[in-house]
C-alpha cells in the first residue's frame, strides 16, 4: 500500500504540473521552461540534502547514484518530449497518454530478468487500452469518427522514455530517495543548461516565474516520491500507478479548464482506474 499511496503523489504532482505549465508551454520556449523548473527543483533539493545528510559513500551508493544521474539525463528527453505534447494537444486528451509507460515499463522489467505477478498482467492491458482509448477525440465538424488528438506521438515518446527512467530509478535504490532525486536532477541540468545556451532558449518571461517555481517545487517532490515508490517496489506497480497522471490531469482539465472528455475518452479513464484499483488491493 506504501508503493500504491507513493506512486499517487508522484502522479498527483505531475498532473498538477501539466496543469500549470499550459500556458508556459504554449507561450514560451520549452526548453526554458524546463530548465527553469529543475533549477528550482535542484537548489530545494540539495538545500534539504545538506541539512540532513545522505551523500553517497562506498563503491554501491556511488553506483546508484549513476543510475540515478542517468535516470536523469532520460528525464530531459521525456520532459521535452511531453511539454511539446502538451504545447499542441488537450490537456485531457494528451494526459492520459502516459498511462502507456507502464507497457514500457513492464517490457524493461521482463528484459533485466524480474517476474512480474499475475495482478501486473491483468492491470497492464487495462491501463494500456484506457491509455488508448483516451488518445482520440471527436472530430471537428462534430461527426462521431475519432482522431487521434495532436500532440500524440509526443506523448507515447515520453511515455517510452518514461518506462526507462522507472528501471534506473529502481536500480538507484541503494541511496535514500532524496539523494536519488538530488542526482538526477543535478545530471537534468547538465544537459538541459547548455543546450538552452545554444538554442538561446533560456529566457523566461517575468510572467511565468512564480507559475515555474511552484512548479520546481512540485518537481523536487515528485522525484523524492518516484524514488521511494520504485525502492520499495514491484517495479512494475509502479510503473502503471505513476501512469496514472493522466487520469488525474483529466479531472484537473474537466474542473480547472472545463474540458470536456467524450464518451470514449470516460471509458478510457474508467478503464484505467480499474487497473490502479486492482494492483492497489493486491500490492
Do not use: K, N
Request: net charge neutral.
Amino acid at each position: 500500500m506504501t508503493t500504491v499511496i507513493l506512486s499517487l503523489l508522484t502522479a498527483f504532482s505531475y498532473a498538477l504540473q501539466d496543469y500549470l505549465m499550459m500556458p508556459v508551454a504554449r507561450a514560451a520556449s520549452v526548453i526554458a521552461g524546463v530548465l527553469w523548473i529543475r533549477v528550482v527543483a535542484v537548489l530545494a533539493l540539495a538545500a534539504a540534502v545538506a541539512i540532513i545528510g545522505g551523500l553517497p559513500s562506498g563503491g554501491e551508493e556511488w553506483r546508484a547514484a549513476g543510475f540515478a544521474a542517468l535516470g536523469g539525463v532520460f528525464e530531459v528527453a521525456a520532459f521535452l518530449a511531453w511539454l511539446t505534447a502538451l504545447s499542441r494537444g488537450q490537456l485531457s486528451v494528451v494526459a492520459p497518454l502516459g498511462s502507456i509507460s507502464s507497457a514500457f515499463t513492464v517490457v524493461f522489467v521482463l528484459m533485466i530478468g524480474q517476474s512480474v505477478s499475475s495482478a501486473v498482467w491483468i492491470g497492464l492491458p487495462l491501463a494500456v487500452v484506457g491509455g488508448a482509448l483516451t488518445s482520440f477525440e471527436p472530430a471537428d465538424d462534430g461527426s462521431g469518427s475519432r482522431s487521434a488528438a495532436a500532440g500524440a506521438g509526443w506523448a507515447v515518446l515520453a511515455a517510452a522514455v518514461f518506462g526507462v527512467i522507472t528501471i534506473l530509478f529502481g536500480e538507484a535504490s541503494a541511496l535514500a530517495p532524496i539523494t536519488v532525486a538530488l542526482f538526477a536532477g543535478l545530471a537534468t541540468l547538465l544537459v538541459t543548461v547548455p543546450l538552452a545556451l545554444a538554442l538561446h532558449a533560456w529566457r523566461l518571461p517575468a510572467r511565468f516565474r512564480r507559475r515555474v517555481g511552484a512548479c520546481g517545487l512540485l518537481d523536487a517532490g515528485a522525484l523524492i516520491t518516484f524514488a521511494a515508490a520504485t525502492a520499495i517496489g514491484p517495479l512494475p506497480v509502479v510503473g502503471i500507478i505513476v501512469a496514472q497522471t493522466g487520469t488525474m490531469a483529466v479531472l484537473l482539465g474537466m474542473v480547472l479548464l472545463g474540458e470536456r472528455p467524450g464518451r470514449t475518452q470516460i471509458l478510457g479513464i474508467v478503464l484505467t482506474l480499474a487497473a490502479v484499483t486492482l494492483l492497489g488491493a493486491v500490492s
